[in-house]
């Protein structure tokens, strides 16, 4: 995922904040043609007492009703020169999201997962999370799950293959997260299936990668993140695909040290979107396509083009993945809100080395179809959510509350209502917390 385990010092004291009401600006009648009577919703934060997270979380927060039963999965599995093999990667369970929740670490259950594979050998290679899990429709019994991860290598663990010109290059890489001498990771979005509601898990293939050559290398990377590639996904379900909000980190052709610009880099970064057929889930690799700026025509590794507006202008701060300031939103959550009638997306902000950002923010899309001309394309200008000057803040999410309406409605991190529960890490700390709930107005 972006960031992974890396803490950075706090800076200041943290900013109590009270009940806050933003209001999105409208769009265009011209871009909103389809929606003409669109009013883009308007929000507060309620502040609580700090609902603490009990494990380990450092991605989105996969969870899926199995049943009458609510199962989450967060935490790492996987094989990471740099931080060392994890298994963290569990499942917790109960009647409803404040129980499992609250489940101590030490009630987790950890799933059977693919082992990973020797260097050179074709198989599961570097670390996973889950990120999003799809349960397959097709399966009455609900107990077909499709978990969408982000999935972490280096030169290695995925030394580079001319022959498939898969993996990297150990020439002039960037830095990583560490303060010791650390390579940066790669990221790239999988897909695993489960039979069984998530106790046993099959490695099906990738969702989406980028390849060596668009790698951004010395001198040129010195922002200590990624050295590109594609991770952080958040998965939606429309119709007959499935559609993959995710951060690109690479660079929007073959970087070449000698004709290197910030401002092309940066133009091809920052949150984007590729849907797969659900019917090809099984097989997915080569069979995802990007959005290129007019559809989904670009191919799985392939060049694709950012969402225009939830990038950030130069003027106001934006700026490449591979610059020390930083400078775009990343680590996308999307829901859809069945009380607005629109897709809620909740996302970070980076403004400096190794991740650091204190403000999330929030962004509405009012097409319930995604697949239909640029509707996937149509979000509102991001506003700021939450901010809290002195620390770092990850991975937000919206998550179900214990009431009737939630359980009965079996709502997760992907389908909600009027009142959800705003979850984030705050990343100098190592905690998952929840201090807010958020309430919507049409």
Not at 79 to 105: I, M, N, Q, R, Y
Not at 158 to 169: A, H, S, V
Not at 204 to 221: A, S, T, V, W
Not at 346 to 370: C, T
Request: aromatic share 14%; hydrophobic share 35%; charged share 20%.
């Amino acid at each position: 995922m972006a960031p992974k385990n890396y803490f950075p010092p706090i800076l200041i004291q943290t900013l109590i904040l009270g009940i806050f009401c933003f209001s999105c600006g409208q769009k265009s009648p011209e871009e909103l043609s389809e929606v003409p009577d669109f009013k883009v919703p308007q929000f507060r934060l309620i502040p609580t007492d700090t609902f603490h997270f009990n494990n380990f979380v450092d991605c989105n927060m996969a969870e899926v009703w199995v049943g009458d039963t609510l199962r989450i999965f967060p935490g790492k599995y996987g094989e990471d020169p740099v931080w060392g093999f994890a298994e963290d990667l569990k499942f917790a369970s109960g009647a409803h999201a404040d129980e499992v929740f609250g489940t101590p670490a030490e009630k987790y259950i950890a799933p059977n997962l693919p082992k990973n594979a020797p260097v050179g050998q074709a198989g599961l290679h570097g670390a996973v999370w889950f990120e999003t899990v799809y349960q397959d429709e097709r399966d009455p019994s609900g107990r077909t799950l499709y978990a969408i991860y982000h999935n972490e290598n280096y030169p290695e663990t995925l030394p580079f293959d001319p022959q498939t010109g898969e993996g990297y290059l150990d020439q002039n890489w960037p830095l990583g997260l560490t303060e010791r001498i650390t390579p940066a990771a790669v990221p790239r979005i999988g897909v695993m299936k489960s039979t069984d509601g998530g106790w046993n898990w099959e490695n099906k293939g990738l969702f989406l990668e980028d390849k060596q050559p668009r790698m951004i290398l010395n001198p040129h990377n010195i922002s200590k993140t990624f050295a590109g590639g594609v991770g952080d996904p958040s998965a939606v379900a429309v119709d007959d695909y499935l559609y993959l909000f995710y951060g690109e980190y690479g660079y929007p052709g073959e970087y070449n040290p000698e004709t290197y610009s910030p401002e092309t880099e940066a133009s091809g970064q920052c949150i984007s979107v590729a849907r797969i057929k659900i019917s090809d889930l099984d097989d997915p690799q080569g069979k995802a396509k990007r959005w290129d700026g007019k559809g989904f025509h670009a191919d799985w590794d392939g060049i694709g083009a950012p969402i225009s507006s939830l990038q950030i202008p130069k003027e106001k701060g934006g700026g490449p993945a591979s610059s020390p300031q930083g400078g775009f939103h990343w680590g996308p959550s999307v829901s859809w809100n069945t009380y607005l009638k629109c897709w809620v997306m909740l996302m970070g902000h980076v403004e400096g080395q190794s991740w650091i950002g204190d403000k999330l923010y929030i962004s509405f899309n009012p097409h319930r179809d995604l697949g239909h001309g640029d509707n996937s394309q149509a979000w509102t200008a991001p506003q700021l959510l939450v901010q809290k000057p002195g620390h770092v803040l990850w991975y937000p999410s919206l998550q179900p509350l214990n009431t009737p309406e939630d359980i009965a409605e079996k709502n997760t991190s992907l389908k909600l209502g009027k009142r959800a529960r705003l979850f984030f890490k705050y990343s100098d700390l190592g905690k998952y917390m929840s201090e807010y709930l958020v309430e919507f107005e049409k």
